[in-house]
Structures are given as C-alpha cells and as structure tokens.
C-alpha cells in the first residue's frame, strides 16, 4: 500500500471550505439580534470600550478586521456581515473547485473568523469555535502555497497532517480524561446516558428514542465511549496501517451516533474532518485515480520472490500485531468495566477501577503519550526529509529538502506550545514544561491556535433538564402566555428538529443561563428588555409564532425540569410497543422548580440601572453613522436572506458550491480532451 496523502490532503481541505462555509452561514443570520445596533450583546460597545487610539494601534492590541469597517463607510453591524460575506464566498470557491483551496484562501477565512470571534463575546466562545480556529491555523500548513501546486504532494504534508492527527489525538483523549477527573458520580457510575439524551442543549427528535433503551444498554454505552475516547486514540499513531483505519472508522461511527441525537452544529461534522488524517489515497477509492508511479513501484517489488518473501513475512507481523492489540483492547475494556452476560441485564457493566489507580496511571499515560507524540512527529519528518532526497535533480532535492525543513520546524514549533494546554490533564506533567515552551504559548495565546478540550466534563441535568420559560403578560393577574424559541424545548409537544450544522446561539446560551442565575447573564436581562420594547431583530431570533402581537407590559421568567416522557418497558410484543410509543402525545412532562426571573416592566428603574451598568439598554441606543452603497447593499441582502429559514440557507450555500464544482469538473474534462484532441492531430 502507499502511503501518499494527496488526495487525503485535498478531501481535508475541501470538507475544512465546508465547515468554514457552515460556520460563517450560520453566524451571518444571526448577527442582526445578536450584536447589532439593538442586538443583545452589541459588538460596538466592545470596541468603543477598548477603543483608546488609532485604528491600526488597536489592531495590535486586539487583532480583529473589526477595526477598519468604519473605514469602508459601514457600521459595526454591517461589518461584521460583510466579513461573514467574504467568509461564505471563500467557501463556496474553496469547495468549487482545488484552485481556491490555497494558502491565502484559508488565511483569510481563518482570519475572518478570528475577527468575528474577538467581538463575538459569550455568544461566540464555545470549543467548536477555538477548535475551528484550530484546526483552520493547521490548514494554513497543509494548503497549498502555490496555485501551480494544488494538485502536487510534496514530501512535508505527511508532517503538516500529522498535526492534524495530533489536534485530533488531543480532542478525543482529554474528552475521555476529564470525564473521571472531574469525579462526576455518573461518569463513575455509567449513568451518565440515563441523563444525557434529554439534558443537552438541543437534543434530535432520535435522542428521545435513545432514551427509552434499556438500562444496560446505557451503561454499555458509556463504558464503550471510554474506550473511544481513551485508548483508541493512541492508535492513531500506530505503524500498522489497518489499526489506524480501525481507529478511523470507530471514531467516525461514534460521531455519527452524537449527530443522530444532539444537535451540536459543525463540530461532529469538524471531528470527522479531522479524522482523514489517519487515511492514506488507498482508502479514498472514491476520490480519485491510484497513483501511478506508486503502482508501477509495488508492481515491480513483487516481480521478485526476494521481495514477496519479504512482504509476506511484513504481512505476517502486521496480523500478528493486529490481533495482539485487539486481544489486549478486549481484555483491559473486559478487565477495566467488569463486563459478564447475566439473564438480568444481558451485559453487567460497572467501573473496577478506583479515583487513586485512574490518577496514577493518568501520571503515567499523560508523559508517555507526549513522548510517543514526539517520537511520531520525528519519525514523519525523517521519511519526510528521505523522500526529498529521492527527488530527481540536485536543485529538485535541495528545493524540496528546505520545504520540509520550514515546515519541520513550523510544526516542533506547533507541537511544543500544544503541550502547555494539552499538560493540564495532569498537574505533575504540567509543571515539568519547559518555561521556554510557555513563554512561547503564552505569546500566541490570543490567536486560539493552541488549547485545551474536554466535552461533557460533568453531566448536568441529573434528575430533570433545568429549562426557562418566558412569559409575558398585560397584568401581574395573568393570564401569562410563554414566548416560543425556534428550537429549544419548551412546548411539550414539541420535539426539536434536526438543525445542525446550524447553530442558534442564543437558544444555547438560554441552556447554559438555566444552570445559573441571571446576574452572571446580563444578555438575558436585555433579552428580557427587548421582548417589551418588541424588538424585530431580537423577536427574529425566536420562534415566527409568537403570542402577542404587540408587546406585553410585563415580562417573567420561570424555572422548570423537563423530562422526556417514557415508554412501558414491559411490554412483550413489538407490535404492543409501536402502539404504545404512537398514543403518547408529548415528548416532555415538566414540573415547576423557581421563578427565575421576576416580573419586570419597560420602565422600571431597577432593570434599567442593571442594564446600564454593562452598557445595554434604552441609555445605550446611540447609532452609528453609515454612508456608502455597499453599506446599504449589505442591507438589503441581508433583508432577503433573513426571509429564508437558516437551515435551508445553508443548504442552499453548500449545493451552489457542490453544482459550482460539478461545472468546474466538467469544464476541467471538455478542456483536457480539446487539449488531448490537438495534441493527436
């Protein structure tokens, strides 16, 4: 097998053009409410705050492209759309067609998102969104340099998608690792399913069914997710190949199970992406032709008995290394979590392990995989270097040599800074890190280019899903009528839609804000605000069908459980479920917990002191000045676009990019067999 990455190399880019293209679609409808002139966080008061001198001084303190928009006669509002624009124009192009899948086309997506991400606040500081600043800064090393070189495969793109393997390795284990330190009673008991279906943020109309699997199942289920998220990935550097398509396609299976029940937008979508770095172009049969030469190489090692002997006794080891690996994966998974079948819950699972030996081995694992990183990032940029040496012509290996030098170094560089976020999993590790090598991440810190990751480090939710409720009303007696979210839970008959890979921030944020107070979330006492004064921006981010048609005098907020309603269990016949599972009514049940928010009025002074205090409300309404016709263009297109659902926005963007490539390929061909033609003639 070969192991050229060209075409792994190009689906990675294309598929990165996809998530930028999602990325910046989902964010651009959601501007207007979210950080507009009457958005609930306005992106102008973070740079008014911060804004102490020239334009291009505050851009060195706090890079963004937000600093200059004023510059091209648009608002704070319109900026931020603008560069939205160019983001999803850039996708769109980089999935039409190799051309624009360069270096420069993703420096400026990445930079874009950067910007946006600098004023985005607590709307836009999720880990998918560090993660796609990430992974978008590797692409900046993977990509192409040239437009001449989009179709080549130099020798150092095994290094730069090694970095991708590596950002991926980190991802996945610290997911598993912080699940037990974080000592969560259900991780520890393997309960944490029985929760998690129905307490996510947005779950999928599936995750109910999940819900109703048997308890073992559930618990099967969480230890298997240990096993993803913990050793599995180690595999990812494994010099047998097929143990790391095995890893592949584990990882990608597990993605696709989240996707079918929790909306989490472009993130498992980024995942997967990620993934194709432990592939090789043999696995991509689909993608394009087998490289020739490397056909004509294999053909022509086997012409000679010396050489299949060689290849069945290399064959031989592999197997053998293969079913070691497995034998020892079942015994330690078999060992770790007790498994046996019993007639009771057909697969007992529970976690035989204590907090003191998973810390202790945790001292151990964290120190021996930076190692084995390290030990891995050499060896590729070796072979990297030897290829270079195979060029033919002295000036072809010189070249080629101190291209795999700079990125060789690019990627120590790389390597080292990720160890500071990456050591925090173990605090021994953490303070054996060269201060050099902190002093080098402390000073690209502010780039996102280097963090730490851990999902789900506690399950909340436990014992009902904690929800608000906004209700408004003409008098304190009633009657008070809830507002409807697009998607969140809320009426219990409803069960939310599959969204991803859009994201409604604002109906995250309402499930991060229901497991606190409303003091910590000053953008939900101003969404409260905006729902008095009638806000159509704001309303814009809710569901079209609301209860007023002029807006209530006052405004309340109300905490309750939700959980999913369940199905009888014990009932015996397949066709006695289906009927049982068709009569009931209602996805949710609730019960009332507190009053989370009182009830306000428009005018109220204590609501207007709070909002003042973080610059939002009717004492922070100054507009900003516009003038200029892309101003008024950016205006007007986004008056048309928010006509359309977001979903099927998106949609639209990614199959106009998907017919553009389709004519660009086809252009491609006619203009080879013209050229082919002439050449025969």
């Given at each position: 097998m070969?192991?050229?990455?060209?075409l792994?190399?190009?689906?990675?880019?294309?598929?990165?053009a996809?998530i930028?293209l999602?990325?910046?679609?989902s964010?651009?409808v959601?501007i207007?409410?979210?950080?507009?002139?009457?958005?609930?966080l306005?992106a102008?008061n973070?740079?008014r705050?911060?804004?102490?001198?020239?334009?291009?001084k505050?851009?060195l303190?706090?890079?963004?492209?937000?600093?200059?928009?004023r510059?091209?006669g648009l608002?704070t509002?319109?900026g931020?759309?603008f560069?939205?624009?160019?983001?999803i124009?850039l996708g769109i192009l980089?999935?039409?067609?190799?051309?624009?899948r360069?270096?420069?086309s993703?420096?400026?997506?990445?930079?874009l998102?950067?910007?946006?991400y600098q004023v985005?606040?607590?709307f836009?500081?999720?880990?998918?969104?560090?993660?796609?600043l990430?992974?978008?800064?590797?692409?900046?090393l993977?990509a192409?340099k040239r437009k001449?070189r989009?179709l080549?495969?130099?020798?150092?793109?095994?290094?730069?998608l090694?970095?991708?393997?590596?950002l991926?390795?980190?991802?996945?284990f610290?997911?598993?690792?912080?699940k037990?330190?974080?000592?969560c009673?259900?991780w520890?008991?393997l309960?944490?399913l029985?929760w998690?279906?129905?307490?996510?943020?947005?779950p999928?109309p599936?995750?109910?069914?999940?819900?109703?699997?048997p308890?073992?199942f559930q618990?099967?289920?969480v230890?298997?997710?240990f096993?993803?998220?913990?050793?599995?990935?180690f595999?990812?550097?494994?010099?047998?190949r097929?143990?790391r398509?095995?890893a592949?396609?584990?990882?990608?299976?597990f993605?696709?199970l989240?996707i079918?029940?929790?909306?989490y937008?472009?993130f498992?979508?980024?995942?997967i992406v990620l993934?194709f770095?432990?592939?090789d172009?043999?696995?991509?049969p689909f993608?394009g032709e087998?490289n020739?030469d490397?056909?004509?190489?294999?053909?022509r090692?086997?012409?000679?008995?010396?050489s299949?002997?060689?290849?069945?006794?290399?064959?031989?080891i592999?197997?053998c290394t293969v079913f070691l690996?497995?034998?020892?994966l079942?015994?330690?998974?078999k060992?770790f979590?007790a498994m046996?079948?019993?007639?009771?819950d057909?697969?007992y699972?529970?976690?035989?392990?204590?907090h003191?030996q998973?810390n202790?081995a945790?001292?151990k694992?964290?120190?021996?995989s930076?190692?084995?990183?390290?030990?891995?990032?050499?060896?590729?940029?070796?072979?990297?270097?030897?290829?270079?040496?195979q060029?033919?012509?002295l000036s072809?290996?010189i070249?080629s040599s101190f291209?795999?030098?700079?990125?060789a170094?690019?990627?120590?560089?790389?390597?080292s800074?990720s160890?500071v976020?990456y050591?925090n999993?173990?605090?021994?590790?953490?303070?054996n890190?060269?201060p050099?090598v902190?002093?080098?991440?402390?000073q690209?810190?502010?780039?996102?280019?280097?963090?730490s990751?851990g999902?789900?480090?506690?399950?909340?939710?436990?014992?009902g899903r904690p929800e608000?409720?906004?209700e408004?009303?003409?008098?304190?007696?009633?009657?008070?009528?809830?507002?409807?979210f697009?998607?969140?839970?809320g009426i219990?008959?409803h069960c939310?839609?599959?969204?991803a890979?859009?994201q409604?921030r604002l109906?995250?944020q309402m499930?991060?804000?229901a497991?606190?107070s409303?003091q910590h979330n000053?953008?939900?006492?101003?969404?409260?605000y905006?729902l008095?004064?009638g806000d159509?921006?704001?309303?814009?981010?809710l569901a079209?069908?609301?209860?007023?048609?002029?807006?209530?005098?006052?405004?309340?907020?109300?905490?309750?459980?939700?959980?999913?309603?369940k199905v009888n269990?014990?009932?015996?016949?397949i066709g006695d479920?289906?009927r049982?599972?068709r009569?009931?009514?209602?996805?949710w049940?609730?019960?009332f917990?507190?009053?989370?928010?009182p009830?306000?009025t428009?005018?109220e002074?204590t609501?207007?002191q709070?909002?003042?205090?973080y610059?939002l409300?009717?004492?922070h309404k100054?507009r900003?000045?516009?003038?200029?016709?892309?101003h008024?263009?950016?205006?007007y297109l986004?008056?048309?676009v928010?006509?359309?659902d977001p979903?099927r926005?998106l949609?639209?963007l990614?199959?106009?990019?998907?017919?553009?490539?389709i004519?660009t390929?086809q252009?491609?061909?006619?203009?080879?067999a013209?050229?082919?033609?002439?050449h025969?003639?």
């Amino acid at each position: 097998m070969s192991n050229q990455q060209r075409l792994v190399k190009d689906v990675f880019l294309w598929s990165m053009a996809a998530i930028y293209l999602f990325a910046f679609g989902s964010l651009y409808v959601q501007i207007p409410g979210l950080y507009g002139e009457s958005g609930l966080l306005p992106a102008k008061n973070i740079l008014r705050r911060e804004a102490k001198s020239s334009s291009y001084k505050m851009f060195l303190q706090k890079p963004t492209l937000m600093w200059f928009v004023r510059d091209l006669g648009l608002t704070t509002e319109t900026g931020m759309s603008f560069l939205c624009i160019i983001g999803i124009c850039l996708g769109i192009l980089g999935i039409s067609g190799r051309a624009w899948r360069s270096f420069i086309s993703f420096l400026t997506m990445w930079f874009l998102y950067f910007s946006l991400y600098q004023v985005g606040q607590t709307f836009l500081w999720f880990q998918w969104d560090i993660l796609l600043l990430e992974a978008g800064f590797l692409c900046l090393l993977v990509a192409p340099k040239r437009k001449a070189r989009v179709l080549s495969s130099p020798p150092h793109d095994s290094i730069s998608l090694w970095l991708v393997k590596w950002l991926l390795f980190r991802l996945m284990f610290a997911s598993g690792v912080v699940k037990l330190t974080s000592g969560c009673p259900t991780w520890w008991g393997l309960t944490a399913l029985d929760w998690h279906y129905e307490s996510q943020c947005i779950p999928t109309p599936l995750a109910w069914f999940a819900h109703q699997l048997p308890n073992w199942f559930q618990k099967f289920s969480v230890a298997m997710t240990f096993v993803i998220e913990g050793p599995i990935p180690f595999l990812f550097f494994a010099p047998v190949r097929s143990l790391r398509i095995f890893a592949f396609y584990l990882q990608v299976i597990f993605q696709l199970l989240i996707i079918a029940t929790g909306n989490y937008n472009f993130f498992n979508l980024l995942t997967i992406v990620l993934c194709f770095s432990l592939l090789d172009d043999d696995h991509l049969p689909f993608f394009g032709e087998q490289n020739n030469d490397e056909a004509t190489e294999k053909s022509r090692h086997e012409a000679t008995g010396r050489s299949r002997h060689i290849q069945t006794i290399v064959w031989y080891i592999r197997r053998c290394t293969v079913f070691l690996v497995m034998f020892v994966l079942l015994y330690w998974t078999k060992r770790f979590f007790a498994m046996k079948i019993n007639g009771k819950d057909f697969i007992y699972t529970k976690v035989d392990f204590s907090h003191p030996q998973f810390n202790y081995a945790l001292s151990k694992i964290v120190p021996l995989s930076i190692w084995l990183g390290a030990i891995s990032l050499s060896f590729e940029i070796v072979r990297s270097l030897f290829r270079s040496l195979q060029k033919a012509g002295l000036s072809a290996k010189i070249y080629s040599s101190f291209q795999c030098s700079l990125v060789a170094v690019a990627a120590i560089w790389v390597f080292s800074i990720s160890l500071v976020p990456y050591s925090n999993l173990d605090r021994t590790t953490q303070q054996n890190i060269w201060p050099v090598v902190r002093k080098w991440h402390d000073q690209v810190q502010h780039l996102e280019i280097a963090n730490s990751y851990g999902l789900f480090r506690r399950m909340t939710g436990v014992g009902g899903r904690p929800e608000i409720v906004i209700e408004g009303s003409d008098s304190l007696d009633g009657p008070w009528k809830e507002y409807n979210f697009r998607y969140k839970p809320g009426i219990l008959t409803h069960c939310p839609p599959f969204i991803a890979p859009h994201q409604p921030r604002l109906d995250w944020q309402m499930w991060f804000a229901a497991l606190g107070s409303y003091q910590h979330n000053p953008w939900f006492v101003h969404l409260v605000y905006k729902l008095l004064e009638g806000d159509a921006d704001v309303l814009r981010l809710l569901a079209k069908e609301q209860p007023f048609k002029k807006p209530p005098r006052y405004v309340r907020a109300l905490l309750y459980k939700y959980h999913y309603t369940k199905v009888n269990k014990n009932i015996g016949s397949i066709g006695d479920f289906v009927r049982n599972v068709r009569s009931i009514k209602s996805c949710w049940r609730r019960e009332f917990t507190s009053e989370y928010l009182p009830p306000v009025t428009k005018s109220e002074p204590t609501l207007e002191q709070f909002l003042s205090h973080y610059q939002l409300g009717p004492n922070h309404k100054d507009r900003e000045l516009s003038s200029g016709r892309l101003h008024h263009f950016i205006v007007y297109l986004r008056s048309k676009v928010l006509l359309v659902d977001p979903l099927r926005f998106l949609a639209y963007l990614f199959f106009t990019g998907i017919i553009l490539s389709i004519l660009t390929e086809q252009k491609y061909k006619i203009s080879s067999a013209g050229n082919s033609k002439v050449h025969i003639d």
